[in-house]
């Protein structure tokens, strides 16, 4: 059995992020269930969404509610939109560096977006701002980082989380005790065939609240991106980023024609692109940058054309093809505005989480400055209502089934999404997990 003040499940910045603001003389612990750097949010490419000045609220504000077909936590839009700028400069205080044009910080435009608010590190954003929470945190004497470990249940008594089970790295099966914990854990990309999730995202903390009663949220809200590279080979689907498009690329069709305006919202890009391929009977379409200066995305997007090339295809000379994948999950377990869970001491930040912010689909570049909003708001509330742990007895035989208890969960997470929204399941998890 270990102790701590905190628990975090997930090192993804939102988990990194509620790390660092929570305050040092408390004792922190920190799983993942593989390393580090195999978590989404170093995989996130466009950039992060900010409030440039006082005068583009209303704008940012319309453009959010929009995109998630006014579905969206209005107060939860307020809080991430105006909270925005001092997030940007926490980020700038742990190092990150943003691109730059003539001394200033230069914006991007991505779909969904009516201006450039976006702030970017070439096309490895998500990688540029974890890497450097990651360093952060690996500084701070009271936050230790164990990878390779699973959580397997939280721990309730009496309708309150006293800690969670985990697996670690050798297999062993033990306990951490803590007065808060905070779920982490990201999407559930590894549920679906195509996705550019890593795989072993597979809905773990759903599973697990589901099973403990705790409240979840539009848990069929799951976007599918409209660009990502086409391959058939198996795993992990490439990203081609918003930012492409919002640089001006445009999608073909099989006779290298335009078919839908490219900056549309991405479950309507989604949707166009789905019509074309069934009008075109295949199972991919184009993008091209081709009219674009070659050399500027070469500048501009440098992973993106390297993995292109690497896959035989230069996008300075030639379209590339593109089909939707599974991509962001809006929906998860409901939270408040402080990122609290419907149970007692028990807190989910990012993408596992749903305060309300996106609606029924995520505008580009919010999902990092929402986790990271959240995620820093998780931490001022643990830090305001302190409690002490108590240790609970636990029966870890149990838990040895691992294997049938992993199907389970993820069987019983699907099923969830199918009762929800029958017509999406059909359309995108019947033979994709």
Request: charged fraction near 30%; aromatic fraction near 8%; glycine fraction near 8%.
């Given at each position: 059995?270990k102790?701590?003040?905190?628990?975090?499940i997930?090192?993804?910045a939102a988990?990194?992020?509620?790390?660092?603001?929570?305050?040092?003389?408390?004792?922190?612990i920190?799983?993942?269930?593989?390393?580090?750097?195999?978590?989404?949010?170093f995989?996130?490419?466009?950039?992060?969404?900010?409030?440039?000045n006082?005068e583009?609220?209303?704008?940012?504000?319309?453009?959010?509610?929009k995109?998630?077909?006014?579905?969206?936590?209005?107060?939860?839009?307020?809080?991430?939109?105006?909270?925005?700028?001092q997030?940007?400069?926490?980020?700038?205080?742990?190092?990150?560096r943003?691109?730059?044009?003539?001394?200033?910080?230069?914006?991007?435009?991505?779909?969904?977006?009516s201006?450039?608010?976006?702030?970017h590190?070439?096309?490895?954003?998500?990688?540029?701002?974890?890497?450097h929470?990651?360093?952060?945190?690996?500084?701070?004497?009271?936050?230790?980082?164990?990878?390779?470990c699973?959580m397997?249940?939280?721990?309730?008594?009496?309708?309150?989380?006293?800690?969670i089970?985990?697996k670690?790295?050798?297999?062993?099966?033990?306990?951490?005790?803590?007065?808060?914990?905070?779920?982490?854990?990201?999407?559930?990309?590894?549920?679906f065939?195509?996705?550019?999730?890593?795989?072993h995202?597979?809905?773990?903390?759903?599973?697990i609240?589901?099973?403990?009663?705790?409240?979840?949220?539009?848990?069929?809200y799951?976007?599918?991106?409209?660009?990502?590279?086409?391959?058939?080979?198996?795993?992990?689907?490439?990203?081609?980023?918003?930012s492409?498009?919002?640089e001006?690329?445009?999608?073909?069709?099989?006779?290298?024609?335009?078919?839908t305006?490219?900056?549309q919202?991405?479950?309507?890009?989604?949707g166009?692109?789905?019509?074309?391929?069934?009008k075109?009977?295949s199972?991919?379409?184009?993008l091209?940058?081709?009219?674009l200066?070659?050399?500027r995305?070469?500048?501009?997007?440098?992973?993106i054309?390297?993995?292109?090339?690497?896959?035989?295809?230069?996008?300075?000379?030639?379209?590339?093809?593109v089909?939707?994948?599974?991509?962001?999950f809006?929906g998860?377990?409901k939270?408040?505005?402080?990122?609290?869970?419907?149970?007692?001491?028990?807190?989910?930040?990012?993408?596992t989480?749903?305060?309300?912010?996106?609606?029924?689909?995520?505008?580009?570049?919010?999902?990092?400055?929402?986790?990271?909003?959240?995620?820093?708001a998780?931490?001022?509330d643990i830090?305001?209502h302190?409690?002490?742990?108590e240790t609970?007895e636990?029966?870890?035989?149990?838990?040895?089934?691992?294997?049938q208890?992993?199907?389970e969960?993820?069987?019983?997470v699907?099923?969830?999404?199918?009762?929800?929204?029958r017509?999406?399941?059909?359309?995108?998890?019947?033979d994709e997990?």
């Amino acid at each position: 059995m270990k102790t701590a003040d905190v628990i975090i499940i997930g090192s993804g910045a939102a988990g990194l992020f509620n790390a660092l603001f929570l305050p040092q003389d408390y004792k922190v612990i920190v799983i993942t269930k593989k390393t580090v750097e195999e978590s989404d949010s170093f995989l996130a490419q466009g950039g992060i969404s900010a409030l440039k000045n006082p005068e583009d609220y209303d704008s940012y504000f319309e453009d959010t509610m929009k995109a998630g077909h006014y579905e969206n936590d209005k107060g939860a839009v307020e809080k991430m939109i105006k909270e925005s700028p001092q997030i940007i400069q926490d980020l700038k205080d742990f190092g990150v560096r943003f691109d730059l044009k003539d001394g200033e910080i230069e914006f991007t435009r991505e779909g969904g977006h009516s201006t450039f608010r976006i702030l970017h590190h070439e096309d490895l954003t998500g990688k540029e701002i974890t890497s450097h929470l990651y360093e952060e945190a690996k500084k701070r004497d009271n936050i230790t980082i164990m990878e390779n470990c699973m959580m397997i249940d939280i721990i309730e008594k009496d309708g309150e989380c006293k800690g969670i089970v985990y697996k670690d790295q050798d297999g062993n099966f033990d306990t951490i005790e803590a007065p808060d914990t905070v779920l982490a854990t990201g999407g559930l990309g590894g549920l679906f065939k195509h996705s550019t999730n890593f795989r072993h995202l597979t809905a773990d903390s759903l599973a697990i609240c589901l099973r403990h009663n705790v409240t979840l949220e539009n848990i069929n809200y799951i976007q599918i991106h409209p660009t990502t590279f086409y391959s058939k080979k198996p795993g992990r689907r490439f990203l081609i980023s918003e930012s492409v498009r919002g640089e001006g690329a445009y999608l073909l069709n099989k006779d290298g024609e335009r078919f839908t305006d490219e900056l549309q919202p991405r479950d309507v890009v989604t949707g166009e692109i789905c019509k074309q391929m069934k009008k075109d009977g295949s199972d991919h379409v184009y993008l091209t940058v081709t009219h674009l200066d070659g050399e500027r995305i070469k500048h501009r997007f440098p992973n993106i054309y390297k993995q292109c090339l690497d896959e035989g295809y230069d996008m300075t000379k030639e379209p590339i093809p593109v089909t939707p994948a599974q991509h962001y999950f809006m929906g998860g377990i409901k939270v408040n505005l402080d990122s609290k869970t419907s149970m007692d001491h028990l807190y989910a930040v990012g993408e596992t989480s749903c305060n309300g912010v996106h609606g029924r689909n995520r505008l580009a570049s919010n999902s990092l400055l929402e986790s990271l909003v959240f995620a820093k708001a998780a931490a001022k509330d643990i830090t305001e209502h302190p409690s002490k742990a108590e240790t609970v007895e636990v029966d870890l035989s149990q838990y040895k089934n691992e294997e049938q208890s992993e199907k389970e969960n993820e069987q019983l997470v699907l099923d969830e999404i199918k009762r929800k929204d029958r017509s999406f399941y059909d359309q995108w998890c019947n033979d994709e997990n």
